[in-house]
């Protein structure tokens, strides 16, 4: 501090001219009323004598008037002087301390007698109270110097200010005399090294950063970021301009925060430091102010809890005051912010002045000083760990961060501790700590290196004794003296909790230039392979894991304790080292220890580090206080009064002894475990909750679970009475809890960063396993990594499964010695860093571990600061590689000659497929490089854009091996702006290439020159496929300049050029140029080029006559008419020309007339496409053959135009003169009436045309009409089809067409539109069918049309559906049954789906049906339509489904039931149980002539009696007289009650032959009533009663009647289960049987009654189908079979589950003598090829066989051939099912050998076999021949390729379902079905499910179905249709199935 100046020896004037420069700034900065004050103090004569006016207030006088006013005083007399300092101090603002100190010492204590006083005054003194500054304020322009009182207030104010300096000098010196004491190291500011971060400051703030004379003249330091956290300077640096601001300094706990802020406030009371000694220095620590709870004012805080002075009241007011008056002269340091229960306050939105006076909370007093609303401009120093920085985002100014001991310091500080007595000690403990990298790791932080020397010296003493027997040592002496110094030092240092302690040494200069390498002892030996030291064979173990390191330090500690002998004096414990372990120790101390986790446990608890007397229990305190494990501080309470506290000496050893007590106590449960176990991440966020510890706890709970840690585990669990069973399942939990974490996917980089600590701490590989088993590549983004991480990294990494693993490291700070840890990674796939912190140095570094990542196969190294010179260092490592596969060094700064240094690796690296070098601020120069390693054989792309990307790609050894020839690069070289000398100069390189596949040359922008210049160097070139030089031609010139090569340069064959954006040119060459063949063929592609006649002649002129050119585009240009004329003359001169593209060039209707003529003139000349008149699509396609083959179709394609009608007869006339067949096309074209006209005049004359296509041009009816009329007018008409919204066209036959099909569809043909159809329909041709459907006519015009329909000459079906018609249209709709002779059948349905078709008679058959569905008829309806029916002759079927409500009884009594043998079904959904018993009790009591009345299900079956009727019984009683024979209740849910209900009208029925009641739930009860009605049926011959139950007794029950004489012939008795019992009463009844059905029947006496059968002489009809037959009871049906030679229908099909062949063949010859056999089923026998040797040796006996069943035998395909030629001899033979075999083409091509024989064959199923695309042909051929097919199923016949077998169906007029799913069918398949469906009328179903249709194919069956009426449906399920197009598809037509059901 500069000393005070004394008035007496020294002169005021002096000082005043010494500090003149000075004050003139000062004053220069104050306002303008106090320097009007100031010149008031000088006589008016004296301004007169300068000649200034006073008042002026321009601002250009102002420095003049302050520069005349100092030289006035610096010459007046001393008083004048004096009273004008005075002045000068009173009134000014912003004066350093230092100047007013000095100018108010030298103007001393003159009294106001001594001033005179030359004008009136008016002076008061403002804010006396010290609240503000203090200043005076100007109440009128005179003026007068202080007053005594004012003096008085001032002068002592500073005193107290100084005094109170002075007090806190010798406070902090003491403080720090006390903290020092024992140091091992001295503590230097120059010698702290820190790391600059940037400060994020969410406002701005005005600098108050004091001038240069408050900081002693020092130079301040820049604002904002330092760099990276790499760079370094040191404390004292960091620390200089911070005056002013808000300074944060972050670090570790134990890196010396606390002791650091006590060696600045030392520095600061010795006049050294940052800090101006004239500055108060306030040292608070957050662990005292957590301590206040209640408000407090600033004084309060000052005075109370930090430095009372020594003045009393009256010194505390004066030092408040001058403290706000001068707010900069005060350095606040504020230790520990990381220990502060609360958060601090933000004021972002208002900075308001905070009464300082009232008392404030805590942190609102802390918040305003930072926040600046308490004395602004203040200096402030906090300090805290990292992870809290966060909270003062916005509020600091500078930010730095304390960095960690390199192994420099860390050896000078293990010299220190151990001294110089025993150096065999020091450096085995150096040797030992350098060793591990756990040890290593702590000893980085200061009170951590304390631990682990007081935990090495115990290793090492005790390794020792195991040598010496535990002898003392020679040194124990000196020893002793330095563990007990060590003991106070280590108590010392961590008094302050967190254990800052230690500086750092070393030399700033020696750093820099090593630029943060860091080196290891020299007296170690490293490891070649990691750096690592290496221990020699006789040192101690090292513990393994950071864990164990605590255990073994808290032995270490626990080794300290005092041993009481007999004398009672302590002692310290040595023993042998046999003896002596942790686990020894450990136990020794149980109960001390399990007090002390027990502590730190609830200190974790309730956030608490420091804990009072009073919590501790005393005998605990005081051991701990022996060993070290506690240190004590003071704090003041509440009231003022100073009291100890304790803590422990780090907070990772409370975290450790709190991890401890979770593992051996219940204090923490199994569940709350479970919750609180967590990773700790190193990212931080304002949300995340505030804790002063580090977050280790569950690190070491890992470690703990380890099973090395057991033992000790299990001693210290003994206090608490756990065993090893309970601290093996705490472990087993913890180690299930990191599992789990292991198995997440949602880790961010910290946290799986500290997963991997926790598993090395665990030392559980197949937990390591796991980590990587989610994430094959680990992404670590802005971390701080040290080698300890690296280590972790690696012990995961090293025991994964597989060698893929990634690691990426982006923007993380990592020390070189890093990477030398990372060697250590074994499996490395993928290695990645980012980050401009990555530089030469870095990459040096990489290089040299680089060989040892044996896996690794890509890096990464982009966005970094890496040079040439790093390249090479990088190149030289990856040599090393040679498994490296890519390789990215994009964003950094390698400029050329980086680039060939990476080029030059290129041959040695066989494996590379991926170099990136792009954005390294490379030349030309570098792609010229790069092009000439294309020589190399294994490049395969070369690629650069600008000068952004530069990638390099590579052929693979697979490539390279499985081609035969030299495999061809490509090089792509874009937006490259080269002039015509740097075209020349790549030319010449590239024509020095081998053979490239492509060349890309875009984004040029080059002139016709630079183009011809290309174009010349091309011969020279060797590529094989193309040039690419988009945007790279811009001009017509330049066009014709490339089109010359067409005919110039042999080897090109495509030419593609756009000249308008974007610019696209492309050059495609021949793949065999050296030989090229004579029919090659060439393209010209010229659109979107702006071309003119004129233009277009030149570019014809340059092709010359290249006879070559195929295809040529001209589109998009402005050829006009005039450019059309020239095009067609030159066609003769394009003698191979298959396209020309003409489209988009303003040709109009005059052109499209050219074209007519064209087409009729040039024969090659075969397709024209116009659209939009000619002015958009032009399209001329051509047929190189120029035979003259009149049967050539050609096509005039007009669409989307608007036509006139003159144009209409131009183009027809020139049309007309062709000589060839053609077609028409006139789609979506607007036709006036006129134009209609005109081209029905033409269309007789136009006799070669084949089909018009009017789609989408026909809209109205009027139209379509007149095109209708022309059936009348031509006879070459053989389709007519119409539509507004689809298809619209005429087709013509070349002669007289025999029959017409006419589709009119979607108009509205109502009243003289439908009467106008009608005439020209009656005057017509014969027509095959009529569509009228969908043309809103409604029931009057369908009437109409029924009316008409007798004189209408149609031969196979109307449709009128969709056409709005109600129950009376239909009503007319069904009456032609009745009008219409040849009708045979009518289907009408109102429901949903509305349809109506008229069926015409096909054959001589008379028979008609009537189909009703959802008709929803009333009574009135109903009455006409029994009309209907009963009048109409020959009606053999009546089905109506959902039509008649509940009105079923009704209209059956309206029938009159005339028809003999017609078939009513009545299907409706109330139709069940007791209804449907009712139903049938009506039918019977109806009418005389019904013959069967059946209820299946929902359905009611009647059939007309052919004999009896009621007139026949002379009583007349119809009930009685009844002709009923055959009534059944099957499957309705009818039980026995409901069935008594009609037992007296089943008795009353004489004629009743056949009984089915099956498929309902009759029970015993139904048994008994059967046994009680059969007797009485005199004349029934068949019973059926089959089940779905399976109830012994019914059976039982029902055989009694069997016991009794009947008439029963033919018994089905399917499902049942017949005891033996049954089986017995059944025995004699069988005989007699012609038929018997024991389907699905389970047979527990079934040998019984399979022998019986043997009597069964008559048997006609067998069925055993699923009966379980074991092999005794297959022999008795084998010898029964050989009995029955009447058997007819033998259906056997699953009855063997496990069967030899022998049983097979027995079972096939009992059928020998079967001649009269007609059905015959046999599946799921598998009978494989002996038993179809033996079938086929039968077939030949069976001559009347109908259906034959086969499935599931194992038929072979060689089987199969030989069973069909067999089969050949069966000339009935209806039905075939041979599917589930292995059948193949062999039996596909004897099918169509054989089936033209089978004539009869109506049904065949082949799914499930084995054909492929030969066998599908012959199936195709087999199938035309087959004129009876009805069924055909080929589901999954193993063939996609069945577009053959469905073109034959078109032969098949019978078919009705068609099953083709789950062959993977395309759209061909799908397009063959929309084919031939318009030729399949009677088709109903086609299964095309599981295939691979798309919705084209889809679209396609949609649009065919309008030709299918009677197809029913169509499943699509499960084909590759999206959804959408699904809904789409499906609402169009109903019948498009796509479900699964």
């Not at 004590?632 to 422990?648: H, M, S």
Request: hydrophobic share 40%; glycine share 6%; charged share 20%.
């Amino acid at each position: 501090m500069d000393e005070e100046v004394n008035p007496d020896h020294e002169n005021v004037n002096s000082v005043l001219a010494q500090d003149s420069i000075e004050l003139f700034h000062i004053l220069s900065s104050q306002s303008h009323s106090v320097i009007m004050e100031l010149c008031q103090m000088m006589p008016s004569e004296a301004w007169c004598q300068y000649q200034l006016d006073p008042s002026s207030s321009s601002a250009a006088a102002r420095p003049e008037l302050i520069k005349t006013m100092l030289d006035y005083f610096r010459s007046a007399s001393a008083r004048r002087c004096r009273n004008f300092l005075q002045r000068v101090c009173f009134s000014c603002e912003n004066i350093p301390m230092l100047l007013e100190s000095r100018l108010m010492s030298v103007a001393g204590y003159d009294s106001t007698d001594d001033v005179p006083s030359p004008a009136a005054e008016s002076v008061s003194l403002a804010n006396t109270d010290g609240c503000e500054n203090s200043r005076l304020a100007v109440t009128d322009q005179n003026s007068s110097p202080p007053s005594l009182e004012q003096r008085l207030v001032k002068r002592p104010r500073i005193d107290h200010w100084e005094q109170y300096i002075s007090e806190v000098k010798k406070f902090l010196l003491k403080r720090w005399e006390r903290l020092t004491a024992g140091l091992v190291r001295e503590v230097q500011l120059e010698n702290v090294w820190v790391s600059p971060r940037a400060a994020n400051r969410s406002r701005d703030r005005p600098d108050q950063t004091p001038g240069s004379a408050d900081r002693g003249g020092r130079t301040p330091e820049p604002d904002g970021d330092y760099g990276y956290l790499e760079s370094r300077v040191t404390l004292e640096t960091f620390l200089q301009g911070c005056m002013g601001k808000v300074t944060v300094l972050v670090g570790q706990t134990g890196t010396g925060k606390t002791l650091l802020t006590s060696c600045l406030g030392q520095q600061w009371a010795s006049g050294l430091g940052p800090i101006p000694s004239s500055f108060v220095f306030v040292l608070l620590e957050f662990r005292q102010l957590n301590l206040l709870s209640h408000p407090l004012s600033l004084s309060e805080l000052l005075f109370q809890y930090y430095l009372p002075p020594t003045g009393g009241e009256d010194a505390k007011r004066a030092i408040i005051d001058y403290l706000l008056t001068n707010p900069e002269q005060s350095c606040w340091v504020l230790d520990g912010y990381d220990e502060f229960h609360g958060k601090l306050s933000r004021q972002e939105v208002q900075r308001k002045p905070l009464h300082l006076e009232d008392p404030l909370p805590v942190a609102d007093l802390i918040s305003g000083l930072l926040n600046r609303q308490i004395l602004p401009g203040s200096t402030v120093l906090v300090t805290c760990r990292v992870r809290d920085l966060i909270d003062l985002d916005g509020i600091s100014d500078k930010v730095g961060q304390l960095l960690g001991w390199d192994q420099d310091e860390i050896k000078e500080y293990v010299d220190n501790f151990f001294g110089a007595k025993d150096v065999a000690l020091r450096e085995q403990a150096a040797q030992l700590l350098l060793s591990s990298r756990h040890l290593l790791a702590m000893s980085s932080i200061p009170a951590l290196c304390n631990i682990c020397c007081i935990c090495l010296e115990h290793l090492l003493l005790q390794w020792r004794d195991k040598d010496t027997g535990g002898a003392p040592m020679p040194d124990e002496k000196g020893s002793k003296a330095r563990t007990d110094a060590q003991e106070a030092e280590g108590a010392q240092m961590s008094r302050e909790a967190r254990g800052e302690e230690g500086n750092r040494r070393g030399n700033p200069a020696q750093r820099k230039q090593e630029d943060g390498k860091r080196k290891g002892s020299k007296d170690v030996i490293m490891d070649g392979t990691n750096g690592r030291p290496q221990l020699t064979p006789t040192s101690p173990q090292v513990p393994a894991t950071l864990t164990q390191v605590y255990l073994t330090v808290l032995a270490s500690f626990l080794s300290r304790a005092p041993n009481h002998g007999g004398d009672g004096k302590p002692k310290t414990k040595r023993f042998p080292y046999s003896a002596v372990t942790t686990l020894t120790i450990l136990s020794q101390y149980q109960s001390q220890l399990c007090e002390l986790s027990q502590l730190a446990w609830r200190g974790l608890e309730e956030s608490k580090i420091l804990f009072l007397k009073e919590e501790i229990p005393q005998e605990v305190l005081k051991f701990s206080l022996k060993i070290g494990l506690l240190s004590q501080v003071e704090l003041r309470r509440k009231d003022g009064i100073l009291a100890n506290a304790y803590c422990f000496i780090h907070l990772t050893v409370q975290e450790f002894l709190a991890a401890l007590r979770i593992m051996t106590s219940n204090d923490v449960d199994d569940a709350q475990l479970k919750k609180r176990f967590s990773l700790k991440t190193r990212w931080t966020t304002k949300s995340d909750q505030k804790t002063v510890f580090t977050d280790s706890l569950y690190l070491y709970v890992c470690g703990l679970a380890s099973s090395q840690c057991t033992p000790a585990l299990v001693e210290l669990a003994k206090v608490s009475g756990r065993v090893q069973s309970w601290v093996q399942k705490r472990q087993e939990l913890v180690l299930k809890l990191l599992k789990t974490m292991c198995n997440s996917n949602t880790l961010t980089g910290p946290k799986i960063l500290q997963l991997c600590h926790s598993v090395q701490e665990s030392q559980n590989h197949q937990l390591a396993k796991q980590v990587f088993g989610v994430r094959p590549k680990l992404e670590l983004r802005n971390i701080w990594l040290l080698p300890n991480d690296i280590e972790a990294l690696a012990f995961v990494v090293n025991s994964a499964d597989h060698n893929d693993i990634g690691l990426d490291f982006g923007a993380c700070s990592m020390e070189l010695e890093c990477l030398i840890v990372l060697a250590r990674c074994q499996g490395i796939h993928n290695l990645s860093f980012h980050s401009r912190k990555y530089g030469d140095k870095f990459a040096e570094k990489l290089s040299s571990v680089l060989p040892k990542f044996t896996s690794l196969r890509k890096l990464e190294f982009s966005g970094a600061s890496l040079t040439a010179t790093g390249a090479a260092s990088l190149a030289s490592g990856l040599q090393e590689c040679p498994h490296i596969t890519e390789i990215n060094l994009s964003d950094n700064n390698l400029r050329d000659e980086g680039i060939s240094h990476i080029a030059e690796i290129f041959t040695k690296l066989q494996n590379l497929s991926n170099v990136v070098l792009g954005r390294n601020s490379t030349t030309l120069n570098a792609v010229d490089c790069l092009i000439k390693t294309c020589s190399c054989l294994n490049i395969q792309h070369v690629h650069a854009e600008g000068i952004k990307d530069l990638t390099v790609t590579f052929f693979q050894k697979s490539d390279m091996n499985s081609h035969k020839s030299i495999l061809e690069s490509t090089i792509s070289l874009l937006n490259q702006n080269w002039n015509k000398s740097e075209m020349q100069k790549l030319a010449e390189s590239l024509a020095r290439c081998p053979a490239l596949s492509v060349l890309d040359l875009s984004g040029g922008q080059w002139d016709e020159e630079i183009l011809r210049t290309l174009t010349e160097f091309l011969p020279k070139f060797s590529i094989t496929e193309k040039i690419i030089i988009n945007d790279s031609c811009s001009s017509v010139e330049g066009l014709v300049v490339l089109t010359a090569l067409l005919s110039d340069y042999p080897p090109v064959m495509e030419l593609h050029i756009r000249l308008q954006v974007p610019v696209k040119v492309s050059i495609v060459f021949a793949r065999r140029r050296e030989k090229p063949a004579s029919g090659i063929s060439k393209s010209l592609c010229l659109s979107f080029c702006n071309l003119h006649p004129a233009d277009l002649e030149s570019v014809l002129r340059c092709l010359g006559t290249s006879s070559d050119l195929t295809m040529l585009d001209l589109s998009s240009n402005c050829l006009g008419n005039k450019g059309l004329k020239k095009l067609l003359d030159f066609l003769p001169r394009l003698r191979k020309i298959q396209e020309i593209n003409a489209s988009k060039n303003d040709i109009n209707m005059e052109g499209v007339v050219m074209l007519a003529a064209a087409l009729c003139s040039y024969n090659t000349l075969t397709e024209i496409h116009i659209s939009g008149g000619g002015k958009e699509e032009v399209n001329l396609k051509f047929c190189p053959d120029e035979s003259d083959d009149k049967q050539q179709l050609k096509m005039f394609r007009v669409k989307d135009s608007s036509i006139l009608p003159f144009d209409i007869t131009k183009v027809c006339r020139k049309l007309v003169q062709s000589r060839f067949h053609w077609e028409l096309e006139l789609s979506q074209c607007s036709l006036a009436d006129k134009a209609i006209e005109n081209l029905l005049k033409m269309l007789p004359k136009m006799t070669s045309l084949q089909r018009l296509n009017v789609r989408q041009s026909i809209t109205s009816a009027t139209d379509a009409l007149k095109l209708v009329s022309c059936l009348n007018d031509s006879q070459r008409v053989t389709s007519v089809e119409l539509s507004p919204q689809g298809d619209s066209f005429i087709n013509f036959d070349a002669v007289k067409a025999e029959q017409v099909s006419c589709r009119l569809t979607h108009f509205c043909l109502k009243g003289d539109h439908l009467k106008k159809l009608l005439e020209i329909l009656q005057q017509g041709p014969q027509l095959s069918d009529l569509d009228l459907s969908s043309n809103q006519l409604e029931d009057e015009d369908v009437s109409s049309f029924v009316h008409s329909l007798p004189r209408l000459k149609i031969s196979t079906y109307v449709n009128l559906s969709n056409n709005r018609l109600t129950q009376l249209g239909l009503l007319a709709v069904a009456s032609t049954l009745c009008t219409c002779a040849n009708v045979s059948g009518v289907e009408v349905s109102l429901g949903e789906e509305e349809r109506c078709l008229i069926w015409f008679r096909q054959n001589e058959t008379c028979e008609k049906t009537l189909r009703i569905r959802e008709g929803s008829l009333k009574h009135e309806h109903l009455i006409r339509l029994a009309d209907i029916v009963s009048s109409c002759p020959h009606l053999a079927k009546v089905e109506l489904n959902h039509s008649l409500l509940e009105q079923t009884e009704d209209f059956l009594q309206l029938l009159s039931f005339s028809q003999s043998g017609c078939v009513f079904s009545i299907e409706e959904r109330w139709i069940s149980a007791e209804k449907a018993v009712g139903l049938m009790l009506h039918c019977l009591q109806l009418n005389s002539n019904i013959q069967t009345v059946r209820i299946h299900q929902n359905t009611l079956h009647l059939t007309n009696s052919t004999g009896l009727t009621a007139d026949s019984d002379p009583s007349g009683n119809a009930a009685q007289s009844s002709a009923i024979k055959k009534i059944g209740l099957v499957d309705c849910a009818v039980n026995v009650y409901q069935l008594t209900s009609i037992e007296s009208v089943i008795l009353s029925c004489p004629f009743l032959t056949e009984l089915d009641f099956s498929h309902n739930s009759l029970g015993v009860e139904g048994a008994e009533f059967l046994c009680s009605v059969l007797p009485r049926l005199p004349n029934l011959t068949s019973l059926s009663i089959a089940s779905k139950e399976s109830d012994v007794t019914v059976l039982e029950t029902l055989s009694q009647v069997f016991l009794q004489p009947n008439t029963i012939q033919h018994l089905n008795l399917s499902g049942h289960q017949i005891s033996e019992t049954a089986a017995q009463n059944m025995t004699t009844f069988l005989p007699c049987l012609r038929s018997l059905n024991l389907s699905h029947c389970v047979l527990p006496g079934g040998l019984q009654l399979i022998e019986a059968l043997g009597q069964c002489v008559i048997l006609e009809d067998l069925c055993l189908d699923s009966v379980a037959l074991n092999e005794e009871s297959r022999m008795c049906l084998a010898r029964a079979l050989r009995n029955i030679n009447s058997i007819r229908r033998l259906r056997l099909n699953e009855i063997i589950t496990a069967m030899d062949n022998l049983s097979v063949v027995d079972l096939l010859a009992a059928t020998k003598g079967h001649a009269h056999l007609e059905q015959i089923e046999l599946e799921g026998w598998r009978m494989a090829c002996r038993g179809i040797e033996e079938l086929n040796r039968l077939i030949p006996n069976w001559k009347e066989l109908k259906k034959i069943k086969l499935s599931k035998n194992l038929i072979s395909d060689q089987s199969g051939e030989k069973l069909l030629e067999a089969l050949k001899v069966c000339s009935h033979l209806e039905e075939l099912c041979l599917s589930d075999n292995t059948l193949g083409n062999l039996t596909a091509a004897r099918m169509a050998l054989i089936f033209p024989s089978l004539k009869h064959l109506s049904v065949l199923d082949i799914s499930l076999n084995h054909i492929d695309h030969e066998g599908s042909n012959s199936l195709s051929k087999a199938i035309m021949c087959m004129k009876n097919l009805k069924k055909i199923n080929l589901t999954s016949v193993g063939t996609s390729e069945l577009r053959a077998v469905v073109a034959s169906l078109a032969h098949c007029p019978l078919i009705q379902e068609v099953g083709l799913g789950w062959n993977n069918c395309r759209d061909e398949v799908a397009l063959e079905v929309a084919r031939v469906l318009p030729f399949c009328h009677t088709l109903t179903q086609i299964d095309l499910e599981c295939n691979s249709l798309s919705v084209s194919g889809a679209e396609a069956l949609l649009n065919a179905l309008r030709f299918c009426p009677a197809l029913q449906l169509i499943r699509l399920w499960k084909n590759k249709i999206f959804e959408g197009d699904v809904h789409r598809l499906g609402l169009r037509d109903r019948r498009m199935n796509f479900s699964s059901t």
